[in-house]
């Protein structure tokens, strides 16, 4: 019940293309719901994130569409570029658990130039 | 204003030896997680302390393992006896007491320890 599925495990995209990452939780007391983006010997940092009670939210090329009903959220990567190659991590947290963060697996995204 | 700090970056360990992986928060964040990533993995809660407290070490082995964050110093976390599967990025992240969880992490760039 505390897991967070995540898919794909491995992307490949062309420069200019749309990245797709799809999550999917269980447990409906999850409250908020971060996106981290990795790079290689780096920590994961935080790059969007949305509550359930808004369907979408876009940062720049960065969009989070949320299906509360089916408990399923995705990131798109607009226009990816070489750049945005790295590990993608959902994840989801409630407040009331102390912020305590449950991560999805992680996607690798390879953007082709 | 420095982030999150840990060290050492790297760690070497024989089997049986015990590892001490530190972090240091960020200024004005008084919530500590750890976080191991195993290679082609995800990241796995381990614990979560506050100053002097133990929150929820739930994700934490039963053996072996122990972390603490003490009134003055960084958040360490220790592996006793260690073993070749022990070997893994080890993450510290930090969020403040107020602001609810849009705060959002603040991770370390890691430990990565290997066991040989």
């Known amino acids: 019940q505390q897991q967070v599925k995540q898919s794909p495990q491995s992307l490949i995209v062309q420069k200019g293309g749309i990245s797709i990452i799809n999550c999917a939780y269980e447990n409906t007391a999850f409250d908020y719901f971060p996106w981290y983006q990795q790079f290689p010997g780096k920590g994961p940092a935080l790059l969007i994130a949305i509550r359930p009670d808004v369907s979408e939210k876009k940062e720049g090329r960065f969009t989070i569409s949320f299906n509360k009903s089916a408990k399923q959220f995705s990131l798109h990567i607009m226009d990816s570029q070489p750049g945005d190659s790295a590990t993608y991590f959902c994840?989801?947290?409630?407040?009331?658990?102390?912020?305590?963060?449950?991560f999805g697996a992680g996607t690798r995204l390879f953007v082709k130039a | 204003n420095a982030g999150v700090m840990q060290n050492p970056r790297h760690l070497v360990r024989r089997r049986g030896q015990e590892a001490r992986l530190r972090c240091s928060p960020m200024k004005g964040h008084s919530h500590v997680y750890w976080y191991r990533q195993l290679p082609e993995e995800g990241l796995k809660f381990m614990v979560y302390l506050q100053k002097e407290n133990i929150i929820d070490e739930s994700g934490m082995p039963k053996e072996r393992f122990s972390a603490e964050f003490p009134k003055e110093g960084p958040s360490i976390l220790r592996i006793q006896q260690v073993v070749r599967g022990d070997s893994a990025a080890y993450f510290c992240?930090?969020?403040?007491?107020?602001?609810?969880?849009?705060?959002?992490?603040?991770f370390g760039s890691g430990t990565r320890l290997t066991v040989v």
């Open positions: 992240a930090s969020s403040p007491r107020t602001g609810g969880a849009e705060s959002g992490y603040t």
């Open positions: 994840a989801a947290s409630m407040d009331t658990g102390g912020f305590k963060t449950i």
